[in-house]
């Protein structure tokens, strides 16, 4: 079997296990939705304000709730010591990395999708800028989350307090990607500059982590 | 059979070495968690086409030593050979590991389970989950979820998945545990006939008696070592005795 099929298999199984147990989406979505709720009753703002503050608020949800997934991804392997059986076989370690990135890529571009909506109703938002460089940033910036969450995840999935260690890897070293994300939402939101930069810095971020993710992911899965 | 002290690998696999039919080499074997020792200095060959039992109390090394065979954990020190190769990665498709706990989904059931680990082995083919199922007892149309099966259900399932790639070397981790007695006699003859068939065997348990009649070697372990390795009827009455309790 290839490593790509090795990784259809892995992610269709991920989401056969989600869609039946909902660990992961009820509480990213549970959490999104607080977000958007209490920080609009909080600022009351107006459509002028709104376009100010909205790429810094849809990536602080995006961001946490992504969280939740990234550690659910692994913590699924972890129950029975599944991933032994994944380590003692001939299956290549990137398949089931790949597979991974995929599964949370899709779990945080679904939440995504849902929660956009509420966004626009709660923070009467209307973009100046074209709302296609949004779907662009929203995949980019979800694309540089995922990757180097699901690593990261992996990284710290023997570590005793992982749910916190992850946070504390993961957003320093994604600095650099939400700075990106917020800057460019909040370019094409209020059409005061030009987004480009900020894209093109995700676009090579992305490319630089998932490249480094796959080349160290295998001594990942095999640390002791 | 133990090996001499500080043999290299290229003196070990030399032709005349008997170590070259062996299935398994361990030499001067040293696990370190922290500062304690799990293995001390284990340096013996396991031939090919024999069913080991592996006994000793809690904390001897068993499951330490099975885990270091199949590459899952590191050795502070030495190194092993399986099947003629350096790590367990280049023979990977020629080992069954089945350990302390299930390696299960507990979401998805039976067939699913074993659909999705045939499928990382190469094997496509539906009719293998089944037959493995079957020779485990269990019902390959069974719908429940592998988080409603019983223990005994969940053991049986995991030695299906650890054998379902007909692999060469079968290292397993207790597979008896919170089985019935009269199951786990029958996983046993399972071994006996998997071993007939040309198959090596290491069997950790503390259900020694059990594998009274279909094991060649009973390997005792204490305090990280191996202390001695028996036929069958050496160790008759002494398993009796330590098993009784167990079964």
């Known amino acids: 079997m290839s490593s790509l099929s090795l990784a259809r298999a892995t992610l269709l199984k991920d989401l056969r296990m989600e869609w039946r147990s909902k660990d992961a989406i009820n509480s990213m979505l549970f959490f999104s939705l607080l977000v958007v709720v209490i920080f609009s009753f909080a600022f009351n703002p107006t459509a002028e304000e709104s376009r100010l503050i909205v790429g810094g608020l849809i990536w602080v949800a995006f961001l946490f709730a992504a969280v939740v997934a990234l550690n659910q991804t692994w913590a699924r392997e972890l129950r029975n010591q599944v991933l032994d059986a994944y380590r003692v076989s001939p299956a290549p370690a990137n398949a089931l990395f790949v597979a991974k990135v995929l599964g949370n890529f899709l779990f945080v571009v679904v939440l995504e999708a849902l929660m956009a909506p509420l966004f626009v109703v709660f923070y009467q938002l209307r973009s100046v800028g074209p709302v296609w460089q949004l779907v662009i940033i929203a995949l980019l910036g979800t694309w540089a989350l995922v990757v180097n969450g699901t690593f990261f995840a992996a990284l710290s999935i023997r570590t005793r307090n992982r749910e916190i260690m992850l946070p504390l890897i993961l957003f320093p070293i994604s600095i650099p990607a939400l700075l990106a994300m917020v800057d460019s939402t909040t370019a094409v939101l209020t059409g005061e500059s030009s987004p480009d930069f900020w894209m093109k810095l995700l676009v090579v971020y992305d490319v630089i982590f998932t490249a480094v993710c796959l080349l160290l992911f295998e001594s990942v899965l095999n640390a002791e | ?247």
């Open chain 2, 1 to 247: 059979m133990p090996l001499d002290g500080n043999i290299q690998p290229e003196a070990v696999i030399s032709v005349e070495s008997p170590a070259i039919q062996a299935a398994i080499v361990l030499q001067d074997l040293v696990k370190f968690f922290g500062r304690f020792a799990a293995l001390r200095g284990i340096s013996e060959y396991f031939v090919p086409a024999r069913l080991y039992v592996v006994v000793g109390d809690n904390g001897a090394g068993k499951s330490t030593l099975l885990r270091v065979i199949a590459g899952l954990t590191q050795p502070s020190q030495g190194w092993v050979r399986l099947l003629g190769a350096k790590n367990a990665g280049a023979v990977a498709h020629r080992i069954g590991y089945m350990g302390h706990a299930s390696l299960l989904y507990d979401e998805l059931n039976g067939m699913e389970n074993l659909r999705y680990f045939a499928g990382l082995y190469g094997i496509p083919d539906d009719a293998v989950c089944r037959d493995a199922m079957r020779k485990v007892g269990l019902d390959a149309d069974l719908e429940r979820r592998v988080g409603q099966y019983s223990q005994g259900m969940r053991q049986r399932l995991s030695l299906a998945r650890a054998v379902l790639h007909d692999p060469d070397l079968i290292l397993l981790d207790e597979p008896f545990s919170n089985v019935d007695a009269r199951s786990a006699r029958d996983m046993a003859a399972v071994l006996g006939r998997v071993r007939d068939q040309g198959k090596t065997i290491f069997v950790v348990t503390h259900q020694a008696a059990l594998m009274e009649q279909v094991a060649d070697e009973f390997v005792q372990m204490s305090a990280g070592k191996i202390v001695s390795r028996t036929g069958p009827k050496q160790v008759s009455a002494s398993v009796a005795v330590d098993a009784g309790g167990a079964l």
